[in-house]
């Protein structure tokens, strides 16, 4: 995998589970709440979203992975990882505007998420795709370990012509 041309996003199958799991293990800790064998499989099973990107080329591994709560008018983005072997290359961008469009389709009102407050890079990223910071919650991933709470709308307003 060379570049995000390159790159698939679809639904993620029971046969990635394993690839899942490494790559929860590769860049979370376990304070962190990491995902398990056995969620990856009921959220694979949900009307929640759990895409994956990979290579275009047949058999080519999971490279990264979004999970999306849906709920009735809202979607919270729950997790967001790329393995680092694949970081640096636009992947989660990549993950981040297909869960964007992917939710334009269901009627939902805004994309929700929480990120750490001295994760510099991710909250440029959200930033760079319309998410404003909505709050801070305090020690949220632990003592002196702050949450942004960020939220984007799903749609564009409609103009007011």
């Known amino acids: 995998m060379k570049t995000e041309k390159s790159v698939v996003v679809e639904p993620a199958r029971f046969s990635d589970i394993g690839a899942l799991l490494e790559i929860e293990q590769a860049v979370f800790v376990p304070a962190d ?9 009921r959220h694979i099973q ?11 080329e047949p ?3 999971v490279a990264g992975y979004v999970l999306v709560f849906v709920h009735t008018r809202s ?3 729950y997790s967001l990882a790329v393995h680092p072997r694949y970081q640096g290359r636009g992947l989660a961008r990549t993950l981040l505007e297909a869960v964007l469009e992917a939710l ?3 009627p939902l ?9 001295t994760n510099c890079r991710a909250r440029g990223l959200y930033e760079s795709l319309g998410f404003e910071v909505t709050q801070t919650r305090p020690d949220y ?21």
Do not use: Q, W
């Open 109 to 117: 009102d805004a994309v929700k998420l929480e990120v750490r407050k």
């Open 141 to 161: 991933y632990g003592p002196n370990e702050d949450a942004i709470c960020m939220s984007r709308a799903i749609r564009p307003p409609a103009s007011r012509d």
């Open 75 to 77: 979607a919270r983005i």
């Open 33 to 41: 709440g990491m995902l398990t064998r056995r969620s990856f499989r």
């Open 59 to 61: 058999g080519t591994e």
């Open 104 to 106: 334009r389709a269901r």
């Open 46 to 56: 949900s009307r929640h979203l759990l895409l994956v990107a990979r290579g275009s």
